[in-house]
């Protein structure tokens, strides 16, 4: 079980000093959706200079040219790259394919998907490595989590990981590894943190306990 850290509201030096701060702590660390369009695939480069003993997950919600999108997110530095589960199977067969000849792995998130169990089979068969059941900011703010959705997906697939991201805490994180996700994302609860490294270094301690049981 890896954890993995997603920065969605800061620019590429508040990034670095977060990362900074965590490194000891964390696998991988996601460069978010709002950063890469404020600061392009730059940021994604740029971290990972600055941290390459790190994964660096681009957090492109690929919807479409899978292909392409992934082979610039690959060439600049990064080690995962998500794709939406709500997209075509053409699109993720195309990220891939492309992902094998960089060495990248795809992970595909299933926000919105209406029919969790019955996509998660199909994705299942397509080679991709994650599968991340994502309860995104508006659902979290109606009291949705994602624990349940997680148990589907893991209850159906066979060839997948599993990741799980949604507005995990401390508080929360017994409950997320106890239903047993491959990954464990968490951005708030630890970047809205004031001790940051205390934070993650305690959910790394829960996470390594609950693997060597």
């Known amino acids: 079980m890896k954890l993995q850290l997603a920065l969605d509201l800061v620019n590429v030096e508040e990034a670095k000093q977060v990362v900074g701060e965590v490194q000891d702590h964390i696998d991988i660390v996601e460069i978010g959706t709002p950063v890469i369009i404020n600061e392009g695939l730059h940021a994604v480069k740029a971290i990972k200079e600055a941290f390459p003993s790190l994964t660096v997950l681009a957090d492109l919600k690929v919807m479409d040219a899978g292909g392409y999108e992934v082979m610039k997110a690959s060439e600049a530095g990064a080690g995962i790259v998500t794709i939406l589960g709500a997209t075509d199977d053409a ?17 595909v998130d299933m926000i919105n998907v209406k029919d969790i169990e019955q996509r998660a089979k199909e994705i299942d068969a397509l080679g991709v490595d994650y599968i991340c059941v994502h309860t995104g900011y508006d659902l979290q703010a109606a009291g949705e989590n994602s624990f349940e959705q997680l148990r589907t997906i893991k209850r159906v697939v066979s060839n997948t990981k599993t990741a799980v991201a949604g507005g995990i805490k401390l508080e929360t994180l017994p409950e997320v590894i106890a239903a047993g996700p491959d990954l464990v994302i968490v951005g708030g609860g630890i970047t809205g943190k004031d001790d940051k490294k205390a934070v993650a270094a305690e959910m790394e301690k829960l996470i390594k306990d609950a693997t060597l049981v």
């Open 91 to 107: 699109t993720i067969k195309g990220a891939v394919e492309e992902a094998a000849k960089h060495g990248t792995q795809i992970l």
